[in-house]
């Protein structure tokens, strides 16, 4: 069975503050692990992937993640937050069992930015 | 030129009616999803199909009926709706293995009444 942890349902950043989202996942296979980003009343846009390429992955806007087995971590940072940066974010992970795949996602983490 | 399309955006209907919601995703991919996100934004896989095959059932109410024409197209057809129903639905592609993500559509937020 997959899962995801995020620590923190919500957190709060001033601008040009670092932003750090807290990820663990639990997965029986090897996995491949995403962020995603959900701005209000809209989809949801894929951020990063890790899929055992590079442990340490850089995505849109800034973002990147490590991805750490030993801690079985992937958290996300940006060195300097904007106020667009405002929106729930989720980790995810997936991986093929018994033929199927499927993303298994975090609670999310609501990022608010302080002016 | 959308990846992955729903219609409609809004849905807001009376308890006991039946709906659908149509999807569309025209980036080639064989593997289509729904997923259900609730009050709280958990986001929950409901149903996946590979090719037209379902292949993922997670324990969802027999009301709900996914229906996959092609491998473009995968529809929800909800029967006999309850408030509990009232969340947001994404649907979902991707490649087979889904290493590389998964697309999702701008969802249908559906109110039961």
């Known amino acids: 069975a997959q899962s995801v942890t995020q620590l923190g349902s919500h957190v709060s950043v001033s601008e040009g503050a670092l932003v750090l989202l807290r990820c663990n996942y639990s997965s029986s296979v090897p996995p491949y692990l995403f962020w995603y980003v959900q701005y209000p009343n809209q989809g949801l846009q894929l951020l990063l992937k890790?899929?055992?390429?590079?442990?340490l992955v850089k995505g849109i806007n800034g973002f990147e993640a490590e991805f750490k087995k030993s801690e079985t971590s992937f958290h996300l940072t940006k060195p300097s937050a904007h106020m667009s940066d405002a929106a729930e974010y989720f980790c995810a992970v997936t991986g093929e069992i018994q033929g199927a795949q499927k993303l298994v996602f975090g609670q999310g983490t609501r990022l608010t930015i302080n002016p | 030129d959308t990846a992955v399309s729903q219609t409609p955006k809004y849905l807001v209907t009376q308890m006991g009616n039946d709906k659908s919601i149509k999807c569309e995703q025209n980036l080639g991919h064989d593997t289509m999803y729904w997923y259900k996100q609730d009050s709280k934004k958990f986001l929950k896989i409901m149903f996946s199909?590979?090719?037209?095959?379902?292949?993922i059932n997670e324990t969802v109410p027999n009301r709900f009926s996914p229906k996959s024409p092609d491998k473009a197209h995968l529809n929800l057809h909800i029967n006999s709706l309850e408030l509990g129903d009232s969340a947001v639905y994404f649907c979902a592609s991707s490649p087979r293995t889904g290493r590389t993500g998964y697309t999702f559509g701008s969802g249908t937020r559906l109110t039961v009444v």
């Open positions: 890790y899929t055992s390429a590079a442990t």
């Open positions: 199909y590979n090719n037209k095959e379902l292949i």
